[in-house]
Nanobody
Framework: QVQLVESGGGLVQAGGSLRLSCTAS????????MGWYRQAPGKQRDWVAV???????KYADSVKGRFTISRDNAKNTVYLQMNSLKPEDTAVYYC??????????WGQGTQVTVSS
């Protein structure tokens, strides 16, 4: 089992910044995929930024140049620095961990609201 604890969401004005954190604990494998997804009201959950194979970074086109994903392996923590936030970034942001032993876990989600 893997537990994911997210923090850092909140309310911010357009153009502002937020930093999300996700700390994993439990049965964690060194080679894993870990990253951030989001779900806006009435829409499907989409990926935002992820590490694949532990080192390859991918960003959704909608956040390229504005969001930065990073990780601290010693702390089993992944961060999402979000700059130049837009109202359309408003969503519940979820952290996800998956590994090549079949593990696939989600955090509880953290709300990000960007006002215009």
């Amino acid at each position: 089992q893997v537990q994911l604890v997210e923090s850092g969401g909140g309310l911010v004005q357009a153009g502002g910044s937020l930093r999300l954190s996700c700390t994993a604990s439990g049965r964690i494998f060194s080679i894993n995929d870990m990253g951030w997804y989001r779900q806006a009201p009435g829409k499907q959950r989409d990926w935002v930024a992820v590490f694949t194979n532990g080192i390859i970074i991918k960003y959704a086109d909608s956040v390229k140049g504005r969001f930065t994903i990073s990780r601290d392996n010693a702390k089993n923590t992944v961060y999402l620095q979000m700059n130049s936030l837009k109202p359309e970034d408003t969503a519940v942001y979820y952290c996800r961990y998956s590994d090549y032993e079949g593990g696939d876990y989600w955090g509880q989600g953290t709300q990000v609201t960007v006002s215009s």
